[in-house]
């Protein structure tokens, strides 16, 4: 069985784009082949068919990743029926899904918490903590940032996921 993991920004066009990218790139450094894991990204608030920003897509190439043929994809209901795994950066995006499409409550989740609950335990519990900013507007380091930020979760969730 096919398993569908979607990870869900703003705009597809940074944070998710990059998520999709890295983890993508773990599935194949790890030689699970995409018969059994579907990665797809989109947005709560898409202009379809854009492309990643400059500073997404230099990031990316810095680690081996090539995202320069993504096209934003507005997040729709059938990509929301099909994901097993839904995986978004902010509460706004959680929030979002969960009012929209109710029938995902139990399949949507902050990425970073998702990440806990995949081993590393966190005595912190401020929400906001769980966030993965925005990087749209910053500089490119903010971008590395971010892009680290993502690698770290995804590392902490693939085997739970590959399982």
């Not at 990316?60 to 950066?89: R, T």
Request: glycine share 4%; hydrophobic share 40%.
């Amino acid at each position: 069985m096919i398993k569908t993991i979607l990870f869900v920004c703003t705009g597809n066009t940074c944070r998710s784009a990059m998520a999709e990218g890295i983890f993508k790139k773990m599935l194949s450094e790890r030689k699970e082949d995409n018969k059994r894991f579907n990665i797809l990204s989109a947005g709560i608030s898409v202009i379809s068919g854009m492309s990643p920003t400059p500073e997404a897509i230099s990031v990316m190439f810095e680690q081996g990743i090539d995202i320069s043929q993504h096209k934003a994809l507005p997040l729709q209901e059938d990509l929301v029926k099909k994901a097993d795994l839904i995986l978004v950066m902010s509460n706004k995006h959680q929030d979002y899904i969960q009012i929209k499409f109710p029938f995902a409550q139990n399949k949507v989740f902050l990425i970073k918490k998702y990440a806990l609950k995949s081993g590393l335990k966190n005595i912190q519990n401020n929400i906001k903590n769980y966030e993965i900013v925005d990087p749209i507007g910053k500089p490119l380091d903010f971008y590395k940032t971010i892009a680290e930020e993502l690698k770290e979760n995804l590392k902490k969730i693939i085997d739970r996921i590959i399982e």
